[in-house]
């Protein structure tokens, strides 16, 4: 399994492409975050220079369109492989295809999930030191959904790779991976989760929709009707991994 | 040794590959031939488990490809030079093969100096040729310097001198022992490198034979005589039931007739003549009476010859 880990890191990081987005993926959350902090921490006495919460929601929401690149980097990492052909000399060199699905699988969420803990340790502290010299008052102390919003920003990284890479196993088309990547969260989940509490009458349905659900792993402040913020990332992660694991056994089913 | 037992494949109501069965043999160059669409590249994408059989199986020594452990030591195999990432350089390719294989950095070295684009390695796939990209197509069957070699057209794209190199290259490697299992539609090629033919049509086995045996049971064989009395000979052998074709003034193929009795009619006769051999149709000649009643694809007419 090394050596199959080792093979997947080499494919990763030998294109271009995945470099290009991964930066993007950490350097738009730091930009927004930087720039906010520089700009919004001014104490002009009214009250709304931006405090402790306010930086950890801006890193954090911005974390989730890092996310949502992180996703569409997995997706790639899969369907490339099927776009280009060279899915056939991997598994001719490694005949066990479940094998090369989890080393795949491993390699590129354990590479987008070390971009997000990079965005939010470098979010936090430069952030909060930008923040600081501005005037600004940045205590963690005074927020203790502070660090479970950053942990839960790394864990939905995590999980949207893992649900990109499992739309990439399922459908071997990058267009059609991305798209539903990009559409699914924010089209296509709150069209049906509107139907569906128009259907049943039931408000508290939207919270209980994958992604809905994943998304309140970043909140900051409290968190109304629905699953909790564990809850809500097992949640998703099983959607996820449930996902991946019928995107490979499709895979290991049919021709290559 | 490769064995093939039952091999079929459908594809929705196509049957391409119908209960296939044949051995490759080490130690020589087998030929594996068919027209197109005849079911070559899916035996060979089912023999290495990338495609999935519907039935009969495909033992490399007697094991399944699937129980292999590290297969790129024990079969090297090449279905099309375009199975490439273009991003990434010569080198990192081989590179992501040989870890997954557990094979080192000195070896993609080797091969790549093998092939003869060590000076290129480093350069991405985009800008590669078709040609280069068979030669690294070839370094990554070495990589693992397999007892087994499977390639499917591995001379396409390639110019004369690469076409050469290929056969020189495959002939060495059999000569080494190993079994090595090359298809390709360059007939003449064929006929220079390979030792053993396997032909199918339509998915079925038509004949497994060696090159001679083949060319000798399907080939058109005639006598060529040259003599400036070329009418009076012409008569002698047509009495004699020979079937006789006119090439140029002084020129006959004769069917029919062995060349020993056009010469002793020749000398009957006291006639003169500059040239008296056998010839035989080429394999090109042998494979397409062979596959004819299995071609798939037929041309037109070009010229009055079909």
């Known amino acids: ?256 | 040794m490769i064995t093939v037992t039952d091999l079929s494949k459908r594809f929705g109501s196509k049957v391409a590959v119908d209960h296939l069965g044949f051995e490759v043999r080490p130690g020589v160059v087998t030929g594996f031939l068919g027209p197109n669409g005849s079911g070559k590249s899916t035996t060979m994408r089912c023999m290495l488990g990338l495609d999935r059989a519907d039935g009969g199986q495909t033992l490399f020594d007697g094991q399944h490809y699937q129980s292999l452990h590290q297969p790129l030591h024990q079969v090297g195999s090449l279905l099309d030079a375009g199975y490439v990432h273009p991003g990434r350089s010569g080198r990192n390719h081989l590179r992501w093969l040989a870890a997954s294989n557990g094979i080192g950095k000195r070896r993609i070295d080797e091969t790549l100096e093998m092939v003869g684009l060590t000076a290129v390695a480093g350069e991405r796939l985009r800008g590669y040729s078709l040609g280069m990209r068979q030669r690294l197509g070839l370094a990554a069957v070495l990589l693992g310097d397999p007892h087994t070699i499977i390639l499917d057209e591995p001379a396409n794209g390639l110019d004369p001198e690469g076409i050469r190199w290929i056969r020189d290259v495959l002939v060495h490697l059999a000569g080494q022992g190993r079994t090595v299992l090359v298809s390709s539609h360059q007939l003449s090629e064929m006929a220079l490198m390979a030792q053993d033919l396997v032909v199918i049509g339509q998915g079925r086995l038509i004949e497994q034979s060696t090159v001679t045996d083949f060319v000798e049971r399907h080939a058109d064989r005639w006598v060529r005589v040259k003599s400036p009395a070329v009418e009076s000979l012409r008569q002698s052998l047509e009495q004699r039931g020979g079937e006789v074709e006119p090439v140029d003034e002084h020129t006959l193929h004769v069917r029919g007739i062995d060349c020993a009795t056009v010469g002793e009619l020749a000398a009957n006769q006291q006639l003169v003549l500059h040239e008296l051999s056998p010839q035989t149709g080429s394999l090109e000649d042998a494979f397409l009476k062979a596959t004819a009643a299995a071609q798939e694809y037929r041309s037109g007419e070009v010229g009055g010859r079909s």
């Open chain 1, 1 to 256: 399994m090394i050596n199959l880990l080792r093979s997947e890191w080499i494919k990763l990081r030998t294109v271009t492409m995945n470099w290009v987005l991964g930066i993007i993926a950490v350097a738009f959350p730091l930009l927004i975050t930087l720039l906010t902090a520089f700009f919004a921490s001014g104490n002009d006495g009214d009250g709304e220079g931006l405090d402790t919460e306010g930086l950890i929601s801006v890193l954090t929401g911005t974390t989730v369109v890092a996310a949502l690149l992180c996703g569409v980097i997995a997706a790639a990492s899969i369907t490339s492989e099927f776009g280009f052909g060279t899915i056939r000399p991997t598994f001719a060199a490694t005949p066990r295809r479940l094998r090369v699905i989890v080393a795949k699988g491993a390699v590129v969420v354990a590479a987008t999930t070390a971009l997000a803990v990079v965005v939010q340790l470098i979010g936090w502290f430069v952030g909060g030191a930008v923040a600081d010299s501005q005037g600004a008052s940045i205590d963690l102390a005074l927020v203790p959904t502070g660090v479970p919003a950053m942990i839960g920003a790394v864990v939905l990284t995590a999980l949207m790779s893992l649900a990109g890479y499992a739309l990439g196993l399922l459908t071997r088309s990058t267009p059609v991976a991305v798209s539903i990547l990009i559409v699914w969260p924010l089209i296509a989940e709150g069209l049906i989760a509107q139907l569906l509490v128009l259907v049943a009458g039931n408000d508290s349905i939207p919270n209980w929709m994958p992604f809905q659900s994943g998304i309140r792993l970043v909140v900051v402040g409290s968190v109304d009707l629905g699953p909790s913020r564990p809850f809500a990332g097992i949640y998703f992660g099983l959607f996820a991994l449930a996902l991946a694991a019928l995107g490979a056994w499709a895979v290991d089913r049919r021709d290559a």
